[in-house]
């Protein structure tokens, strides 16, 4: 599996092309988005809202926890 670093899964979330998203939660488990975009980054919070295109769902996850992008391992 190709990796990146979390920099380079940033730059992948500022353009405005789609993309999935693996995440880790709070309690351990693991979150699949599809086809989301990112609408805002708190760089100091490190918090980010992402929006789902297919189901309009609303997203606020940690950029730490991002795991997975299109098929890619994100590393620290």
């Known amino acids: 599996m190709k ?3 979390l920099s380079t899964a940033r730059e992948m979330l ?3 092309d789609p993309v999935d998203l693996s995440v880790w ?3 351990g488990s693991i979150m699949h988005l599809h086809d989301c975009i990112s609408l805002h ?3 100091y919070g490190g918090w ?5 295109l ?5 997203r ?3 950029d730490c926890l991002i795991f997975q992008i299109n098929g890619l ?3 620290l």
Request: charged share 45%; hydrophobic share 30%.
């Open 73 to 75: 391992e994100v590393f």
């Open 25 to 27: 939660k709070k309690d």
């Open 60 to 62: 606020r996850i940690r």
């Open 3 to 5: 990796k990146i670093h």
């Open 48 to 52: 980010r809202n992402v929006k789902c």
């Open 41 to 43: 980054y708190d760089f």
């Open 54 to 58: 297919q189901s309009g769902e609303m």
């Open 14 to 16: 500022k353009a405005p």
